[in-house]
């Protein structure tokens, strides 16, 4: 088919009704797909700058390209997530898997090649084709002679028997097609044998010609195996802490304005500062520190502010009868609390006698992650909801989990007898304001954790995954999927010990936990 500039088949246009609509602007999946094969080959990255409702991953994914989608909006990318993470996909032979070298072989008439298959996706798949046939591919093609020669010994005799018995002298183009009145019932069975074989000569010259000729590859019709079915291949979900774009230095904006333009400059950029760290301590108040348990949260009975170079305010709650003193560490409105940072405030706290020490932040790097107490003093951090960037709407959106604390990770590192380590996760360690007590809470509060079994102290890199909950997401998994699971490869990744695995040139290996509002904590240990 040719397809012009302007794309009337396309289903729906730029929206489809054949798609289910989950987002407010959803571009059809037939547009994507018409645009990414049409640009890119299997193993290519496609990059979405705005996911959206994630048609163009879901598409790519089908389509066995790599992908990577962005967006600012947290509800988007749940809706994205689900949708790749429930989606079927069918499962297309490799060109480079032995399952598709058979399927080559068979289409081209050829033996398969017995070159080594690494199922690499960037050779392709195997899609079905037609002819591109040439009057030199026929002229060339000496299959065709000797097809003929076989036909020819075989059609001769019986044409000849069909003249004998009707009396004609009919050549091989001559014989009618249909059967004549008052034909016997031999006749006709003699006739017939020799159309069919005619026919089946060439249906065989047919199909040399077919394999002689060049092809024309269809890329958007790969073959597929019927008897399995495909989902979406392991993918992370990765965000970065706000920010916002300031002038280099103050000498540039002498340059740029006056004295007092940099003078009013720097104190709107103070009153911002001030403004949130205002805005977030009259939420504090109100919404208090929430934990996995409803139990654990932290009510103030008074926040106030504090003249302290990293302590902002002093709160002050119940722990049983007796009254504790919270120092409160304020992180950037845009931007990430280092370790620097929170160890600072940890130690202007315990100077200034503070039973405890809480950061508040919309983001945590991962060295900071790992402080839980400095001394006696335990250091709490406490996630902001982003929902406080709305600071003027949420009286009318409530004021459930602003501030969410999810503690340490208890970890076991098991020794193994043939020299290798394995992981156990017992739970997350909480704080307890009633007793002022760390105790270990199970594992029906965590989501997933990760483990990289050879932290370089730098970045993340996500080697081993495994799945937990209180809820069985093993049915919740069938239900999406629509089909039935391998129960044994489903219990190597729902579990709470990991597999074992060889201990780290670098000495270290991190553990990431994540509870089911999407709140993470690392910790490093050295083995």
Not at 51 to 77: K, N
Not at 336 to 349: C, D, G, H, I, N
Request: with cysteine; net charge negative; hydrophobic share 40%.
């Amino acid at each position: 088919m040719s397809v012009p500039n302007f794309w009337a088949d396309v289903s729906g246009g730029i929206t489809s009704r054949s798609d289910p609509k989950v987002y407010v602007v959803q571009t059809a999946t037939s547009i994507v797909q018409r645009c990414l094969l049409m640009a890119t080959d299997p193993g290519d990255l496609v990059l979405d700058p705005t996911c959206g409702s994630g048609t163009s991953a879901y598409v790519a994914e089908q389509w066995g390209r790599r992908w990577i989608t962005i967006d600012t909006s947290r509800v988007a990318l749940a809706l994205a997530r689900t949708r790749l993470m429930a989606a079927r996909y069918p499962w297309f032979f490799l060109a480079d898997s032995l399952e598709g070298k058979r399927k080559e072989g068979e289409l081209t008439g050829k033996p398969p090649s017995d070159a080594k298959a690494y199922s690499d996706v960037r050779q392709g798949f195997v899609y079905e084709r037609v002819p591109h046939i040439t009057l030199k591919s026929i002229a060339n093609n000496t299959e065709i002679d000797v097809i003929w020669d076989t036909w020819q010994a075989r059609l001769e005799p019986l044409r000849a028997e069909l003249n004998q018995i009707t009396g004609k002298n009919w050549q091989e183009w001559e014989i009618p097609r249909e059967v004549l009145a008052g034909w016997s019932s031999n006749v006709v069975g003699v006739h017939k044998a020799w159309w069919d074989a005619r026919i089946a000569r060439q249906q065989e010259i047919d199909a040399s010609i077919a394999r002689a000729a060049d092809v024309e590859y269809l890329y958007d019709k790969p073959y597929a195996d019927p008897n399995r079915i495909r989902v979406a291949g392991p993918f992370t979900v990765e965000s970065l802490s706000p920010h916002r774009i300031v002038p280099a230095d103050a000498d540039e904006l002498i340059h740029l304005v006056d004295a007092a333009g940099v003078k009013v400059a720097r104190e709107t950029q103070s009153e911002s500062q001030t403004d949130f760290a205002t805005m977030v301590l009259e939420h504090l108040k109100t919404a208090g520190v929430h934990q996995i348990e409803r139990g654990d949260r932290i009510e103030f009975t008074s926040l106030t502010r504090w003249p302290g170079e990293y302590i902002g305010a002093e709160g002050r709650f119940m722990e049983g009868e007796t009254e504790r003193r919270a120092a409160i560490f304020i992180g950037p409105e845009f931007g990430t609390v280092s370790r620097v940072q929170l160890t600072a405030a940890a130690r202007e706290a315990a100077e200034s006698r503070f039973d405890v020490l809480i950061a508040c932040s919309f983001a945590f790097d991962a060295h900071a992650s790992e402080l839980s107490r400095l001394g006696p003093l335990p250091v709490l951090k406490a996630k902001m909801n982003p929902d406080l960037h709305m600071a003027d709407d949420l009286k009318n959106t409530g004021k459930g989990n602003l501030f969410t604390i999810f503690g340490e990770p208890d970890i076991n590192i098991l020794e193994r007898a043939d020299g290798r380590i394995a992981v156990k996760v017992n739970g997350v360690d909480i704080y307890d304001p009633n007793t002022g007590e760390v105790r270990s809470n199970d594992v029906k509060g965590i989501a997933a954790w990760f483990i990289d079994t050879a932290y370089n102290e730098e970045s993340f890199f996500v080697r081993h995954a495994y799945f937990l909950g209180a809820n069985d997401p093993y049915k919740q998994l069938k239900a999406a999927l629509k089909a039935e699971v391998d129960e044994d490869a489903w219990a190597t990744l729902y579990r709470d010990t990991s597999r074992p695995f060889a201990r780290p040139s670098t000495g270290r290996i991190a553990v990431k936990v994540i509870n089911h509002f999407g709140d993470e904590v690392m910790k490093v240990f050295g083995v």
